[in-house]
């Protein structure tokens, strides 16, 4: 099943995953683009980090499957047509943040694309970690981790230290999704390989990168 997502200017055919059987490993990689500059003399470096240029990436391993198991998987492979089509995909072990959460968190103020930084509101007030270091959110289709404890002033305020950068600028009042957040991704590349064995169990793995 798919349906078509605007995000800015982009649109997006989405692919819905499916949910059985689930994954037995997920691997959810982060990256950033990192320049490092040595001096041939000396040895010191010096780094230059690019803006926007973090992303996240994943790899999804299947258990061992029959033919019955492993029709929907299949399926959802090929509708996704290559790097053509998009996916959304989280975090399994995520199902609700570390810290409080507690109120209805929604973006605030003016929030720069390209940015670590977010602030938002609607928490609940002199609350000592809304977030805690590592939780995540997502906000429409992008997938956010927190980098430090945020704690919420007098009014419900808080300013999130975020990874990968603010890939849109939001605008105020969109709300932040704290339970099961999920990411946009696309297959890392357009072949699929479906592998099966004498025992007539199929395997499959699944790399993908996020979609901007």
Request: glycine share 8%; proline share 7%; net charge neutral.
């Amino acid at each position: 099943m798919s349906s078509t997502i605007t995000i800015g200017s982009n649109s997006y055919t989405l692919c819905t995953i499916p949910t059985s059987p689930g994954a037995a490993e997920i691997e959810l990689g982060m990256n950033d683009a990192v320049t490092v500059f040595t001096s041939p003399f000396t040895g010191t470096q010096q780094t230059q980090l690019f803006p926007g240029g973090d992303s996240w990436d994943a790899t999804i391993t299947l258990p061992p499957m029959t033919r019955q198991e492993a029709a929907p998987w299949e399926g959802f492979l090929a509708e996704l047509r290559g790097k053509a089509n998009v996916f959304q995909l989280g975090d399994l072990r995520y199902a609700s943040p570390l810290g409080a959460g507690w109120g209805f968190p929604i973006t605030s103020g003016t929030n720069l694309a390209m940015t670590t930084s977010l602030t938002t509101s609607g928490w609940m007030p002199h609350s000592a970690t809304v977030l805690k270091t590592n939780d995540m959110f997502s906000l429409g289709y992008r997938l956010y981790k927190v980098c430090e404890d945020a704690v919420s002033d007098s009014s419900g305020a808080a300013t999130l230290n975020i990874w990968p950068s603010l890939r849109e600028a939001p605008v105020a009042g969109v709300s932040l999704v704290i339970a099961s957040p999920k990411g946009l991704f696309r297959l890392k590349d357009n072949r699929r390989a479906i592998h099966w064995s004498p025992s007539r169990l199929t395997t499959i793995s699944i790399s993908c990168v996020e979609a901007r």
